[in-house]
Nanobody
Framework: QVQLVESGGGLVHPGGSLRLSCTTS????????LNWYRQSPGKERELVTN???????AYVASVQGRFTISRDNGKSTVLLQMNDLRPEETAVYYC????????WGQGTQVTVSS
């Protein structure tokens, strides 16, 4: 059974930081591209960042320099360090494993508010 479980969301003030974690099971983690998406109310789900099996990272322009994705193949976990968070980044953040098959986590809420 494949599982992707996100954690680390919460309430943070503007300018604050959070670290999200997505722990997986049931997949050959090292061969998958791991992605973080987010979805705000009334908006489409958008890709924020991803990291390929060989460690190549990509970011949407709005988070470049503030967010960092990393992966630990030994722990089958992908992390998202988010710094200098903005109120408009309030969203549910989802982890996705992409390869021959696609798997999603259930999401974790991030709220950026004063």
């Amino acid at each position: 059974q494949v599982q992707l479980v996100e954690s680390g969301g919460g309430l943070v003030h503007p300018g604050g930081s959070l670290r999200l974690s997505c722990t997986t099971s049931g997949i050959t983690f090292r061969i998958y591209t791991l992605n973080w998406y987010r979805q705000s109310p009334g908006k489409e789900r958008e890709l924020v960042t991803n990291i390929t099996h060989d460690g190549t990272e990509a970011y949407v322009a709005s988070v470049q320099g503030r967010f960092t994705i990393s992966r630990d193949n030994g722990k089958s976990t992908v992390l998202l360090q988010m710094n200098d968070l903005r109120p408009e980044e309030t969203a549910v953040y989802y982890c996705k494993a992409g390869g021959r098959k696609i798997f999603w986590g259930q999401g974790t809420q991030v709220t950026v508010s004063s």
